[in-house]
């Protein structure tokens, strides 16, 4: 998934950083800054669920096809807020033929869940550009 993260612009920006890659799991982190703030002045959910979001696409790239989200639930736990440390865990449950089953737990620098994921992945018949 080395070359799928190089490419990866958005992930880049908001200054992800891979912790661990293996096939069917995947660590990914972040330090929540100022500008990724709601109005509430709390980290936004959007970007709390981007983490989470590329930890799982490192998790079911496991070979040479592409392999994309088919769907995924999430669940707010705990706020955050800048400075914090969060890190996503992507973990396979389960695949059955194309489709596959992740779970996701985002925590902060202390261990406490701040959100939990469901990710449903479906392999294709594409290869990486």
Not at 26 to 32: D, G, K, L, P
């Given at each position: 998934m080395r070359e799928m993260m190089q490419r990866d612009q958005a992930s880049a920006m908001l200054g992800m950083r891979v912790e661990s890659d293996e096939p069917g799991r995947?660590?990914?982190?972040?330090?929540?800054r100022e500008d990724m703030l709601n109005g509430f002045a709390i980290t936004h959910g959007g970007l709390v669920f981007a983490l989470a979001d590329t930890a799982f696409a490192?998790?079911?790239n496991e070979d040479e096809r592409v392999t994309v989200a088919g769907g995924a639930d999430i669940t707010f736990l705990k706020s955050t807020t800048a400075g914090q440390r969060l890190t996503a865990t992507a973990v396979r449950r389960t695949i059955s033929g194309r489709s596959g089953l992740y779970d996701i737990t985002v925590t902060d620098e202390t261990g406490d869940v701040v959100a939990e994921v469901r990710g449903r992945s479906f392999t294709t018949n594409r290869t990486p550009h």
């Open positions: 995947a660590v990914v982190s972040m330090i929540v490192i998790a079911c």
